[in-house]
């Protein structure tokens, strides 16, 4: 990292605090050479495997997760920012963790511990996804498709 004012490479870190809620680290920095100060968001990069159900391990994807809510979330209560938001909660908690490795399984409980106390429709299908509950998954959408307005503590 170079100062911005005058490309001096040493710089010293005055002050650093995380802020989670948007996946980076923000650090003031003052320039040895130069004594100017400014400001650097770094981003955390979570140094997760996801070790799955057939075995195989893959680097953990926000993208990924993402999706997987935002699949389980249409048509809810659940804005994208929400959605947004559970995603950046979740990750800081794996952060907090320390861990190098979380299973699917363990993943899939952490989302799903959050989105229960969120809707119940986005709960079910997501639970439909990560433990496979075809047969439950598609009841749910066939109540739905009865009378869309219910929720599911309405409908069964
Ligand atoms: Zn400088």
Redesign the pocket.
Known sequence: MK?P????TELKVTDSRNAVEMNAIRRRRE?L????RFTTFETVELMVQVHKRDGRYEDFQQQKLTNGLEAACRHTRISRNQVHALVAKIMAELMELGVKEITTHDLGEMVMKHLQMLDSIAYIRYACVYKRFTDICELVEAIRSINPKDGIQTAI
């Open positions: 100062c004012y005058c490309n001096h320039c050479n130069c004594q100017r």
